[in-house]
């Protein structure tokens, strides 16, 4: 009998770096995957920790990049996902469920403004369907767009480093800045604008101003809440803050982890679709719903989002005093379920981090911090005693003696690099926030 291990499961005996290199050869980006994220090989998850090939536990503050916020394998939802699976065949030849109908209907008690809802599987699928429905139902082609929506053309062509400009020409990004969105939306009508809410740079009278804007100028507002829908408050942060948007997107935390996003709104709106095309193979699929369904039923006291709040005000506290300790010019801030750090020497934030990924924490520089409810104290605990551990260790990396300690001066740059907002925008909105 021959004794050799197929290819298929050599991951789970292979070293990290060999694991890693098998990775890079037929399907990971060196890029995206490696040095944007983990370095690492996972095999496993539950609740906030992980655990890659080699049995290293880690502690994951990112909620696997906010999608679970019930914590990883959270046993109501995979067990009654599991369950419908099972009864229903997981996929039914046609494209209504009872499910899909029922989650649509739950969106509606959520969200008042979601009369209507349609699914698909991604974020970016979610925004590019919600700009399509805006020019079907305006007969427009314009919109105006701000923050990361997805992955597709449209969505990052305004990033010089990702090689995809003018993709979309009706596509305009006007970078957080509302004189900019003003003077964009006078020379040409605008079928819609698109924004993601960066919480922590823009507060809620920055939002409210750029509504009477879009108003004012008769475009349709789209608020992109795949991150902030079920992670700010319950109800989103357009309703927590008093804005009433055409249409939402939603997707992380809807059903904590399985792959499921919507479009919800007006029911004007959503009818557009059918003067287009927007149907997909997998809204056949009942699972998904499933763990929606059930993730609702777990959120709906708000005890979880009250734990991610309780745990990222320690977090946050924490590394403040951290920094501090060592006097080094770096800032955790604001909302607590889904907190920035910024270093003013972003090298040295990137080093510290990756001291942290080495003794065992999942975070990583200019991610969003989105601790899940699985959190424990020690946990946090221990993430701020690695901290103080991991500073010092970074700073003897990193010369940063000549570094900038303006405040203002550090948040523009980060907001420039992550989420392309002029220094107009961010000088004139960004202040001093509340939970440090």
Known sequence: MSTNIPSRTVAATDGPKSALRRALRVTASERWDLNRRFPVVMARASGAHAWDIN???????????GAAPLGAGYEPVVAHAAAEMRRTGGILPGPLSVHRIELAERLAEIFPIAERAVFFRTGSC?????????RAFTGVNRVLTSGYHG????????????????RDRDSVDFRYDLDLLDELASVERVAAVIITPEVNFFPPEYHKELQRQVH?????????????????????????VGLTPDLIT???????????????????????GEKTYMGNTYQREVTPFAAALSTLDAVRDGTALARMREVGEQLIKGLNAVFASRQVAAWSFAWPTMFDVVFADAELGQAFFQQMWARGFLMQYGGRFMPSAAVSNADVQAAIEAAAEALPAAQSRVDSSNGERDR??????????HFVASPEAVRRWFTAPAHE
């Open 55 to 65: 049995e290293k536990q880690y502690v994951d503050f990112t909620s696997c990049s």
């Open 126 to 134: 979610a925004t590019s369907a919600a700009v399509r429905l805006a």
């Open 151 to 166: 992955w597709h053309d449209w969505q990052l062509q305004d990033r010089p480093d990702m090689g995809l400009p003018n």
């Open 216 to 240: 004012r100028h008769g475009a349709l507002l789209i608020v992109d809440e795949v991150m902030t829908g079920f992670r700010y408050a319950f109800g989103g942060y357009h309703m927590a």
């Open 250 to 272: 939603l997707s992380k935390g809807l059903a904590n982890g399985m792959a499921l996003s919507a479009v919800a709104g007006r029911a004007d709106v959503l009818s557009s």
């Open 408 to 417: 203002l001066a550090a948040a523009i740059r980060f907001a420039g690099d």
